[in-house]
């Protein structure tokens, strides 16, 4: 099974400032790596899909990267609505695992 | 519109059973991948199983293998989740996904359903 991280588990960020979420996983995963905004009392929502395309509807600050075991996830210019639980996910090989998701709160 | 409606959940006691459904709408849902993926409370998420478009290939955790089927009527544009011998940790929200693109079993999830919580509790 590959095991994903997150780092950091919560990060504190000011309205308006950026934002860099890590995700590593165990095992080299290609570019088979999204990420999820989560909400309280909300299902996910799929913001970026092959490590660096946006999904859509999603705005333009949101941007991804990586390949391999490293990936980031980068938060240009925070907006309020921005304040959630990120996780990713490795759908490279099975089973699908998640990382543990970083909480993104106001500073 | 896309939709995914999750029902079946509810409280059972350890050892019991309990069938979820997801009733699909919105796009052709046969060409499609379906998964569960599950939410214990205050923690992060977990995927469950997941199902090829035709029903043909089906995918389990291994912490539910051997105990959860996975199946789906293309008739109907339902997904199922038959779950027996459950145990405290099944203990969830559960959702219902889509797989982002056709044709691909191990992919993204680009459209989620509400979810619908299982309580396993004496």
């Known amino acids: 099974e590959i095991v994903m991280t997150q780092s950091p588990a919560t990060l504190s960020v000011s309205p308006g400032e950026r934002a860099t979420l890590s995700c590593r996983a165990s095992?080299?995963?290609?570019?088979?790596l999204a990420w999820y905004q989560q909400k309280p009392g909300q299902a996910p929502r799929l913001l970026i899909y092959g490590a660096s395309t946006r999904a859509t509807g999603i705005p333009a600050r949101f941007s991804g990267s990586g390949s391999g075991t490293e990936f980031t996830l980068t938060i240009s210019s925070l907006q309020s609505e921005d304040f959630a639980v990120y996780y990713c996910?490795?759908?490279?090989?099975?089973?699908?695992?998640f990382g543990p998701g970083t909480k993104v709160d106001i500073k | 519109e896309v939709q995914l409606l999750e029902s079946g959940g509810g409280l059972v006691q350890p050892g019991g059973s309990l069938r979820l459904s997801c009733a699909a709408s919105?796009?052709?849902?046969?060409?499609?991948?379906m998964s569960w993926v599950r939410q214990a409370p205050g923690k992060g998420l977990e995927w469950v199983s997941a199902i090829s478009g035709s029903g043909g290939s089906t995918y389990y955790a291994d912490s539910v293998k051997g105990r959860f089927t996975i199946s789906r009527d293309n008739s109907k544009n339902t997904l199922y989740l038959q779950m027996n011998s459950l145990r405290a940790e099944d203990t969830a929200v559960y959702y219902c996904a889509k797989a982002l693109w056709s044709g691909y079993q191990n992919d993204a999830f680009d459209i989620w359903g509400q979810g619908t919580m299982v309580t396993v509790s004496s």
């Open positions: 919105g796009f052709t849902f046969s060409s499609y991948a």
């Open positions: 996910q490795q759908y490279n090989n099975w089973p699908l695992t």
């Open positions: 095992q080299s995963v290609s570019s088979n």
